[in-house]
């Protein structure tokens, strides 16, 4: 048991870790991401039968090269996914690594992590929360370790709309670790719960402040996105947004074209919709990844197809409810807004008072509980459709 023991301390975890990078990468540089999950999956086959403490080990670092690999680039099954965190678990108890106040316990918190990702990845956010939860009972963790952590539980709060709670999270990862990077990227997240909570004064403020705090370029530049968003709401111009996304800039990228394609659906004035690429000319570009962001690709693609003539309306109508179940799988939370109030301008301009109202009420139910109660319209781009009398446009 002494020889486990030693294999199961941290610079031995660490050295597996190293190793079993080292090997991973030299399969994907002869082939290529199916051939390098494959190759994981076999190699914890074949260590069934461990006995010893560093097969045992070198098998839960696969495990966890199979959970991160599919996060990053899809390849397993839900099952696959259920089994290989079961056997991660099974792995660490077998060797007998406990929770709590443990050298080696930080193991499960970083199981934990990684499910709490895949699941975020599949649009199941209260289980992604969960989780977080349940690693942070796992584990002490050091100070970066409970900035990410709080940060994790951030984010899928704030998907769910729960403002307050993911607010609280982001503001504790702030307080906690000393890296930057990590730092911008919170402080991005806590300025989008701001601006779609409907504190917009709290929001100029921050971005002041983040102008002159944050060194990764990425957020600098997403931060001139979100600036553009708050200044949308009082202007209604989304010439912004069309500049800062325009072929050559930082963010002529999948995300963001397609983010701006529902800003165009979405809004009142249709010669939005005019100015913007079609998302199936997007989704032809080579220099645009949109295999990462499926669920947002197949609710804009289906909406630009709402709009076709040509297309049987019934047909039309069959087709948007088919995505209906993707847009709560959407990762951002604005995101689900841009969907819902596209859906609505769609049917209102088609004359189809009932679902556009009751569709409508999906938007505001959310505002509502993004913003406490306080505003219907956090987007800030509704206003018409908000008074619209829907009971005698129904009858």
Known sequence: MSKTRESWRRPAIDEMKRTVKAELDQVLAASNEAARLNYILEQIQLLEEASEGSSHLRRFVLVMSALVHHERYGGLSKKQIQDLGALGQAILRVVGVKTGHTPTSFLYAEMHAIMSDIHYSNGEFLSSLWERQLGAHAAVMTAEHLSRQNYGMGLSALRLGNITSAVQCFEKALAEGEDQGHHDRIRMHLLKAKRLSGDREEAYAMITRCAAEMEDQACLNELKWEKALLDLASSQDLG????????????????????LFLWTSAHAKTKWSEKIAKVSTLGSQRSLDFHRYTHLYAVAQNIEQAYDVEIPFAKRLLDIKKILPRIQLLRQVDQELLAWLSLARWLYRSHHYPMASM??????????????????????????????DWLSKSA
């Open 359 to 388: 569709i409508f009420h999906e938007y505001q139910a959310l505002c509502l509980k993004l913003s406490r109660g306080a505003s219907r319209d956090v987007l800030g781009i509704a206003q018409d459709l908000a008074e619209v």
């Open 240 to 259: 912004e947004l069309f500049a800062l996304s325009k072929r050559g800039q930082p963010l002529h990228a999948s995300s963001y074209l397609l983010e």
